[in-house]
C-alpha cells in the first residue's frame, strides 16, 4: 500500500487526472460495508472517461450515459426480473442493500484504460475478497467474465453461491451472459439462507 500510495502521488504531481476522484477511491467499501455484504459483483477496473466513475463497478454517475455493458446487464435485469431498466446508470441503490460492487483496481489514468494495473490494487481486493469468504454467512459471487472468474477462483462454493458467466460487454454478452438470470439466482440463494432478496430495482430518482 505505500508503493501504491507513492505511485498515485507521483502520477497526480505530474499533472495526470486520475478517476474517480480520491475521496472515492474506497466507495464500494464506505457504501457496502465487509460486515454487510450480502452479494459481490467483480469488475476489472474504473471508467477512464471523464465524469463517469465513482468508486462502484459497471456504475456511473447520476446524469451520465450508461456504458455499453451496463446497457446488456440492464437488458439482463429486465430479461430475469421484468424490470425496466432506469434511464440512468447509478448503481448506488444496489450498493445500499449489501451488493459490494468491487472493481480489481481501484483507480486508472484518464482516457487510459488499465493504466494504474499492477501497481498494487490487485493485492488489496484479493484480501477484500478473501475477507468476504472467511466470513460465516454464506454471499452469492456474480463472475462476469474469465478476469472474475480468476480473481475469485479461491472462493468457496460449498458455502457461497458462485455464479459465472461470460461478461456483459458487447463483444461476449451473446456467448453466456444473456440467460444467466444472476439476479434471480443471487436473490434464491439469499432467501434459502434466511437473507432478505435485494431489491434489483433502481428508481429513476438516483
Known amino acids: 500500500m505505500a508503493a501504491l500510495r507513492q505511485f498515485l502521488v507521483h502520477e497526480r504531481d505530474a499533472g495526470k487526472r486520475i478517476y474517480p476522484k480520491g475521496n472515492e477511491w474506497f466507495h464500494a467499501l464506505?457504501?457496502?460495508p465487509l460486515d454487510q455484504v450480502r452479494v459481490v459483483i467483480l469488475g476489472q477496473d474504473p471508467y477512464h472517461g471523464e465524469g463517469q466513475a465513482h468508486g462502484l463497478c459497471f456504475s456511473v454517475r447520476p446524469g451520465v450515459r450508461p456504458p455499453p455493458s451496463l446497457v446488456?446487464?440492464?437488458?439482463e435485469l429486465q430479461s430475469d426480473l421484468g424490470f425496466?431498466?432506469?434511464k440512468h446508470g447509478n448503481l448506488e441503490h444496489w450498493a445500499r442493500q449489501g451488493v459490494l460492487l468491487l472493481n480489481a483496481v481501484l483507480t486508472v489514468e484518464a482516457n487510459r484504460a488499465a493504466s494504474h494495473q499492477g501497481k498494487g490494487w490487485e493485492q488489496f481486493t484479493d484480501e477484500v475478497i478473501r475477507q468476504v469468504n472467511a466470513r460465516p454467512r454464506p454471499v452469492a459471487f456474480i463472475l462476469w467474465g474469465?478476469?472474475?472468474q480468476k480473481k475469485a477462483a479461491f472462493v468457496d462454493s460449498t458455502r457461497h453461491l458462485v455464479i459465472k458467466s461470460a461478461h456483459p460487454s458487447p463483444l461476449s454478452a451473446h456467448n453466456g451472459f444473456f440467460?444467466?438470470?444472476p439476479f434471480s439466482r443471487a436473490n434464491a440463494f439469499l432467501r434459502e439462507h434466511g437473507e432478505p432478496a435485494i431489491d434489483w430495482r433502481l428508481p429513476e430518482a438516483a
Open 179 to 181: 440467460g444467466s438470470h
Open 72 to 75: 446488456n446487464i440492464y437488458k
Open 146 to 148: 474469465s478476469y472474475a
Open 84 to 86: 425496466v431498466p432506469p
Open 30 to 32: 464506505d457504501a457496502t
